[in-house]
């Protein structure tokens, strides 16, 4: 075990702690109306066309063809990201990847994945799909319409993600039933709730997901985007109203398909008991990955993370 030991924060990011009290981690209880809520916006982006627009993209790789891509989602918000195409072999499988609070700056092309179309979307109001009023400061872009339960900037990017299924099935009909996805941190949380009611997405990556257990992310101390909902709770108190039906882990009791979820034991970006309340709520065909550490340099965290790796590539490989 490699949990750190020294660390520059105010408080402890093992949270007190061991694996054991995290596994018993149980989601928060269920506010009636979540299943109608996001059945309800499942049902009006699928009727959304996407629109592809795609174009031949400045980066070069030698497994991957590159393309620019723009497609159409919920509210008519244009996202930005890119398609990766393999270069030997066929279209077999797709899939998504999300981003984490930082954004995207370019597609991952270390992915170890075949015969696979791969859309790296940028979430509304992120990287190539920054608009301004929105800030692409995760501390207020977090915030943005909080208040208002319909229009809060989580819910569109769960759209964004369902709407990057939408365009690959668009392009390649038969992913649908065929196509994965993968998130990290933000991309984890949104992801979560994105996989609960999209049943083209067949199987399904979480690392670190944010957004689970969000009593418990109102409460834990944290240097990530959770701070600032904290700060807005002290000031308006209400915010609750709205985040019972943003919580990833009550989504992720929704999900059915393979999963393979890694959560980290110490994390100060995100608060472990919430990472392992999105993984222990899924109750089927889930593996759970455990690092020492997320959001934070450690020492082993490459061999780790090589492990968590070979997971992945198997996990997605086309049978």
């Not at 694996?19 to 979540?34: D, K, N, R, V, W």
């Not at 982006?45 to 400045?58: C, E, F, I, T, W």
């Not at 990057?164 to 392009?171: E, G, K, N, R, Y």
Request: hydrophobic letters at 40%.
């Amino acid at each position: 075990m490699s949990i750190p030991k020294t660390h520059p924060f105010a408080f402890d990011p093992t949270y007190g702690m061991r694996l054991q009290e995290l596994l018993a981690i149980e989601p928060p209880e269920e506010h009636e109306g979540f299943d109608a809520f996001w059945e309800a916006r499942y049902l009006k982006a699928l009727a959304v066309d996407p629109q592809p627009a795609l174009s031949l993209s400045k980066l070069s790789h030698p497994d991957w063809h590159v393309l620019d891509l723009v497609y159409c989602s919920t509210g008519a918000f244009k996202i930005g990201g890119w398609l990766l195409l393999p270069r030997q072999g066929q279209v077999r499988r797709g899939l998504v990847v999300g981003h984490g609070y930082g954004g995207r700056d370019q597609p991952d092309f270390d992915l170890p994945i075949t015969e696979t179309a791969v859309i790296f979307p940028c979430c509304r109001g992120l990287s190539l799909s920054s608009h301004p009023p929105i800030s692409q400061n995760p501390s207020w872009h977090v915030l943005h319409d909080i208040d208002k339960r319909d229009a809060y900037i989580i819910g569109g990017c769960v759209e964004d993600i369902w709407l990057a299924v939408s365009t690959l099935v668009t392009v390649y009909p038969w992913l649908s039933g065929r196509t994965g996805y993968s998130g990290i941190s933000f991309g984890g949380g949104v992801g979560a709730m994105a996989i609960a009611f999209d049943e083209r997405i067949d199987r399904g990556h979480l690392a670190l997901p944010s957004f689970g257990h969000q009593p418990l992310r109102l409460k834990l101390p944290t240097v990530g985007s959770a701070r600032s909902v904290q700060e807005y709770q002290v000031d308006h108190g209400n915010v609750l109203e709205t985040l019972r039906f943003y919580d990833a882990a009550t989504a992720a009791r929704r999900i059915e398909v393979p999963m393979l979820t890694a959560v980290a034991l110490f994390d100060p970006s995100v608060a472990p008991p919430c990472q392992f309340a999105v993984a222990n709520a899924i109750r089927k065909y889930n593996e759970i990955f455990i690092l020492d550490a997320g959001h934070f340099d450690y020492p082993g965290s490459a061999e780790q993370e090589a492990v968590l790796r070979n997971k992945i590539g198997q996990f997605f490989r086309v049978p």
